[in-house]
């Protein structure tokens, strides 16, 4: 875990004004970075003091370029959104617990929901390759799915669908996700979404005895382990979610097997 200074190369807007994509330059951490993890941004306004937890939505290990995507829901996103090339913005990571990408030659489901589809960007390009791949993505509207316009889709089956119908099917992941189950064989299942989402996602694969992978989101204060702040019960006790997870098998995680 490295604290560094990032050079902004890029930060715009991904279709309207609530979502963004910043491209950094880092000089340190990436080889060793995991889809998954995440970093904690720092805002310059010094009256917030707590740094912002934000998902790797891609990392260029050789080039050092690190992508996020972000929603802008508060005054910390906000601040993110006046950051312009050239300038710098202090990050802390890559942190936490990121998927298991030590699988090949598997049928494996990716299923993201709203911002949750974040971290599956790199997740994809380290598993595409070297498996048979599937992605849902979903979504409020067609405004929540233009992060997927960021991802190279060539090789794998997408299925995109949203509430409202406004791209993709209407619908929901969790239906698609049955369809999927009834015309191949999964052998795994990567989550990260709104918390209903991946319970849903959880007791179906659970029903059909796959392996499932879940990506949890928690309110963060250090999200470094060190406040106790993120803690969730599991069937091995309290784990933070900062330092044990983000990503948990969804059968340890209390709350996806209520
Ligand atoms: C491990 C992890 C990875 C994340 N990755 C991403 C990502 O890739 N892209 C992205 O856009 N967001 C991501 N988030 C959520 C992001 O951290 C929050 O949206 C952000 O901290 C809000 O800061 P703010 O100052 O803009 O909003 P605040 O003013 O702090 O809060 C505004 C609203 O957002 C809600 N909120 C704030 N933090 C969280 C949180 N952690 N979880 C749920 N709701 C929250 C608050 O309850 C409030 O309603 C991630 C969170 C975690 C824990
Ligand atoms: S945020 Fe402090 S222990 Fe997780």
């Known amino acids: 875990m490295f604290l560094q200074d990032a050079v902004i190369i890029e930060n715009r807007e991904s279709g309207d004004k609530k979502y963004y994509l910043l491209r950094v330059k880092v000089e340190k ?8 993890q995440f970093f904690m941004l720092q805002c310059k306004d010094g009256s ?21 995507y ?3 829901v508060g005054k910390g996103t ?23 990408t030590e699988v090949e030659g598997k049928n494996v489901l990716v299923i993201g929901g709203g911002m949750g589809i974040a971290p599956l960007k790199y997740l994809i390009e380290e598993l ?3 498996n048979n791949l599937t992605f849902i993505a979903g979504g409020r509207d067609s ?4 992060i997927v ?18 791209r993709g099917r209407k619908g929901n992941t969790v239906e698609l996700m049955k369809e999927i189950l009834n015309e191949k064989n999964i052998d795994i299942i990567y989550t990260c979404g709104p918390h209903g989402m991946m319970k849903a996602v959880a007791k179906v694969a659970a029903a059909n005895g796959i392996r499932c992978q879940v990506s949890l989101e928690e309110r963060m204060a250090c999200g470094t382990g060190a406040c106790m702040g993120c803690s969730i019960e599991t069937i091995n006790g309290m784990r933070k979610v900062c330092k044990d997870g983000p ?5 340890e995680v209390s709350s996806c097997n209520e």
Do not use: C, M, W
């Open 143 to 146: 405004g929540a799915l233009n």
């Open 247 to 251: 990503v948990f098998e969804s059968l």
């Open 149 to 166: 316009n960021n991802i190279n889709l060539k090789g794998f089956e997408v299925l995109e669908t949203t509430d409202d119908g406004t």
């Open 78 to 100: 906000k601040e993110f959104t006046l950051l312009n090339k050239g300038e710098t913005i202090n990050v802390q990571g890559p942190l936490g617990h990121g998927f298991d």
């Open 70 to 72: 972000y929603e802008v």
């Open 29 to 36: 951490g990436l080889q060793e970075s995991k889809p998954g």
């Open 128 to 130: 595409k390759g070297k």
């Open 48 to 68: 917030r003091v707590l740094r912002r937890p934000i998902s790797l939505h891609y990392a260029d290990r050789e080039s050092g370029v690190l992508e996020f």
